[in-house]
């Protein structure tokens, strides 16, 4: 018989998205709130003194004051990334041949891969991320390691195959065909085993000819099911070198719309330099875009346009993008979102940007219906914040009056101290060391 667990504390759900609806109805919030815990599901969120009396035999987690949510959701991030994390000075391209494709190198050694990939996951679930979709390397290791990781920890994950088959360095590149029959190998060997989910994953344009993006729309149609992820639009020169290198090409996205890698399901990480036709696409096509704020000013790209792209009505994630973005924190990567809208002129607000964190992402993921939110019915992925986790968050903390107020602080000050604990599928999760 498995424990059913009743976790108190104040209790965060949404009940609709706070950038189409007032922030005020847009979530639930209770202050001697209850999760009840049963069979790895969320099995009813409501007054913690009512829960206690109808489920006295349920093991109690009192969190006092801290605050309980959804596990964080990190739309796009690379594992194999976790060792070069803040690595200076360069842009994209540099960035790339500098210190990630040297990196990715490695992987093919699968010790090496089961080793980052543990640590990965350890890092990012101690700073409260629950699921992540994450590109792996060209090396079918790399992607046994990552979900084997996650199968022991019981995680819901999404990840794939990088494939690339030019501008890359030898020993890094596959072919449109082993590109092709390795991820197809690796989906049918992975997909839909407990939590973990297959993504397509061609890397971005440059890194592929036309022939392995066209075998990689071609399996996306054969495989419907599965999420493509890739990058769009996230350098000006990387814009610039796309349409040289695709001279019959509308624009950037177009790279990837001839050969069937648009729909919905279609991750297209950074996406800040986009055209008006792109936009279109995109939003006809119930695509999701990726923000990656840490990122995005870390290796110096540009800011995206939130404000602008939710008017839309576009399908939109929020990234850590490690290790290109500099931190594996996830209320970091909120705060960062918050100063990219700063500094376009529209702030976000804590419950906008919370929500991108948890429901946002899980719907670009298109898993809202089973995380992201705190609620019946749904995975228990769950985090316990502590709101005063610092002295300097604490002093700001206690003089606010509603809870957009006190989780701010956390938001933009908090780490991984502010975690006190996470749950996966209804288990606390304790690092394996
Ligand atoms: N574009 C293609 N590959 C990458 C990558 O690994 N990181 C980032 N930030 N952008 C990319
Ligand atoms: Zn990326």
């Known amino acids: 018989m498995t424990t059913t667990h009743l976790l108190l504390g104040q209790t965060l759900s949404y009940t609709s998205d706070p950038f189409h609806s007032p922030i005020v109805d847009s979530a639930e919030v209770r202050q001697n709130g209850g999760v ?41 991030v690379h594992y194999p990334q976790t060792a070069i994390i803040t690595s200076w000075g360069k842009r994209l391209i540099d960035w790339l041949n500098a210190y990630t494709f040297p990196e990715e190198m490695r992987f093919g050694d699968k010790g090496f891969a089961d080793e980052v990939a543990g640590r990965y996951l350890d890092l990012t679930l101690a700073h409260g991320t629950t699921t992540v979709a994450s590109f792996c390397t060209i090396h079918p290791e790399s992607v ?7 199968l022991a920890r019981g995680q819901r994950v999404f990840a794939g195959k990088t494939c690339m088959d030019r501008n890359a360095p030898d020993g890094l590149l596959d072919t449109a065909k082993s590109g092709y029959d390795d991820s197809k190998q690796l ?19 440059p890194t592929s000819t036309p022939e392995q993006l066209d075998a ?27 349409a040289d290198l695709f001279p019959d090409a509308r624009d950037y996205l177009d790279t990837y719309e001839q050969f069937g890698l648009i729909g919905p399901g279609g991750l297209y990480g950074h996406s800040i330099y986009l ?14 875009l990726i ?22 009505g576009q399908r939109i994630g929020l990234a850590t993008d490690t290790g290109g973005g500099s ?29 991108l964190a948890t429901v946002g992402s899980a719907r670009a993921l298109r898993a809202d219906d089973k995380i992201g939110n705190l609620a019946p019915g749904m995975e228990a992925d769950i985090v316990v914040l502590d709101l005063s986790s610092t002295p300097a ?30 749950w996966i599928g209804g288990q606390r999760y304790q690092a394996q060391t």
């Open 36 to 76: 009840l815990v049963k069979d790895g599901v969320i099995f009813g969120v409501s007054e913690g003194d009512t829960l206690r009396a109808a489920y006295p035999h349920a093991k109690v987690h009192d969190y006092g004051d801290a605050l309980i949510t959804a596990g964080f959701v990190d739309a796009h």
């Open 144 to 150: 046994d390691a990552f979900f084997e990781a996650a």
């Open 187 to 205: 989906l049918e060997k992975w997909h839909g085993q407990e939590r973990l989910s297959y993504a397509i994953t061609p890397r971005f344009s």
């Open 216 to 242: 990689m729309g071609s399996l996306w149609a054969e495989h419907p099911g599965c999420l493509m992820q890739t990058h769009l639009s996230e350098q000006t020169d990387e814009v610039a070198w796309v």
């Open 275 to 288: 055209t008006e036709r792109e936009r279109t696409r995109l939003k006809e096509a119930d695509a999701s």
């Open 291 to 312: 923000h990656c704020p840490t990122s995005n000013t870390f290796i110096g790209s540009g800011l995206f346009d939130m404000a602008g792209l939710m008017a839309e």
């Open 327 to 355: 931190s594996f924190s996830m209320l970091r990567t909120m705060a960062a979102a918050y100063e990219v809208g700063q500094l376009r002129g529209t702030p976000l607000h804590a419950a906008q940007i919370y929500w």
């Open 393 to 422: 968050i604490a002093q700001r903390t206690a003089r606010a009056e509603n809870l957009w107020e006190a989780l701010f602080p956390t938001i933009m000050m908090g780490d991984d101290r502010a975690i006190i604990d996470t």
